[in-house]
């Protein structure tokens, strides 16, 4: 079974922090990993995503993230946060053969000025 | 390249009618995913169809239903409806190699009276 568990609904930074998003996932085959954002009134946008290789992966709007699985973690982080970045994130696993996809409750990030 | 399109946007209805939703994927997408997107349960997999075959299935009622025509487009229909059925109507397509990337349209926002 898989199932996505991200710690925090609301996280909140100031302009220019670091920015951590935490995700932990239980699967019972080899998962792909995916965080999306989501705009208000919007659709979801792909940020990054883990399938094989390197743990570590880069996504757009410099955001990235690190596969751990001894830790079964894939948290987002980003250096700086910038307003811009205030929105909806969700965190979504994936069996590697893929079925279907089983997304986190969310984390609403806001960034202060 | 358009990106997936969801029609209409939003749509009011009161209990106990029908609704049917319209998803027209990216060119040259076979797979066509729905999503339910609501406050309290978050995002959760209503199914896939590709080649205009159903392919996976969430755990929803038989009230929910959907097809898939020749050109790819998807349709989803929910019949008698019910007041917790109002909630964000998300539609993914994705191309048949690479199922696991999937591009989301901007939903279609349904509340029931």
């Known amino acids: 079974a898989q199932s996505v568990t991200q710690l925090g609904s609301h996280v909140s930074v100031s302009e220019g922090a670091l920015v951590l998003l935490r995700c932990n996932y239980s699967s019972s085959v080899p998962p792909y990993l995916f965080w999306y954002v989501q705009y208000p009134n919007q659709g979801l946008q792909l940020l990054l995503k883990y399938t094989t290789g390197a743990t570590l992966v880069k996504g757009i709007n410099g955001f990235e993230a690190e596969f751990k699985k001894s830790e079964t973690s894939f948290h987002l982080t980003k250096p700086s946060a910038h307003m811009s970045d205030a929105a909806e994130y969700f965190c979504?696993?994936?069996?590697?053969?893929?079925?279907?996809?089983?997304f986190g409750s969310g984390t609403k990030l806001n960034v202060k000025p | 390249k358009a990106g997936v399109t969801q029609t209409p946007r939003y749509l009011i209805k009161t209990r106990g009618q029908q609704v049917t939703l319209s998803c027209s994927p990216i060119?040259?997408?076979?797979?066509v995913s729905w999503y339910q997107q609501t406050p309290g349960q978050g995002l959760q997999f209503l199914f896939e169809?590709?080649?205009?075959?159903?392919?996976n299935k969430g755990n929803f009622p038989g009230r929910f239903s959907g097809r898939q025509f020749s050109n790819s487009r998807s349709e989803m229909n929910v019949s008698t409806l019910e007041l917790g059925d109002s909630a964000l109507y998300l539609c993914?397509?994705?191309?048949?190699?690479?199922?696991?990337?999937?591009?989301f349209g901007p939903g279609t926002r349904l509340t029931v009276l």
């Open positions: 169809y590709f080649s205009e075959t159903q392919r």
């Open positions: 060119s040259g997408h076979r797979s």
């Open positions: 993914a397509s994705s191309l048949a190699q690479d199922r696991n990337e999937q591009f």
């Open positions: 979504a696993v994936s069996p590697y053969n893929f079925n279907k996809f089983y």
